[in-house]
């Protein structure tokens, strides 16, 4: 289970899921290096945080399709949450307290997405909000991300092709 202790305030902004599905769910992303990064935290949007060997907090980004150094520790990075622009930025937590106002509560194995990944023009608002499972929607996140990382911004996007490996 890859668990880490948040303020009671913001555990909803995370989900838990078991540490193979969280290997699993990367097998999309190996082409991003991934080499010698823990998982340690896992967003309620799939969005995953690791701990380098440097001590050093990173962040894989399902929207951008990045990975990202964010904090120098991992006590930099509880910091920063407690401020209200960093945790919309870092966990769309907006999104994530008007999803579960609605009712839209991700289940177990499961998490926030958009109905269309925004990489491929989809919209992030609430209406286009829905739930799916953790391990497929970072799988096919990773995929899209490597297949449409070279591309110039506003490039029209014909095909992605996903496997399920």
């Not at 060997?53 to 991992?74: E, N, Q, Y």
């Not at 401020?83 to 937590?93: H, I, P, S, T």
């Amino acid at each position: 289970m890859i668990r880490a202790e948040w303020p009671h305030d913001y555990q909803f902004l995370f989900i838990e899921p078991p540490a193979n599905e969280v290997a699993e769910a990367l097998d999309g992303w190996k082409w991003i290096g991934l080499d010698g990064l823990e998982p340690a935290a896992v967003s309620a949007f799939g969005d995953i945080f690791f701990r380098a060997g440097d001590g050093s907090v990173r962040h894989l980004d399902m929207l951008d399709g990045k990975l990202t150094r964010i904090a120098g520790h991992w006590a930099e990075f509880q910091a920063d949450l407690q401020n209200e622009a960093r945790r919309d930025e870092l966990l769309l937590a907006g999104l994530v307290v008007a999803a579960r106002k609605n009712g839209l509560i991700p289940a177990a194995g499961q998490c926030y997405d958009f109905k269309k990944p925004p990489v491929l023009g989809g919209e992030m608002s609430l209406r286009e909000m829905e739930t799916t499972f953790f391990v497929v929607k970072v799988h096919i996140a990773g995929q899209i991300h490597r297949q449409v990382k070279d591309l110039p911004q506003g490039a029209k996007i014909n095909k992605v092709t996903i496997s399920d490996r």
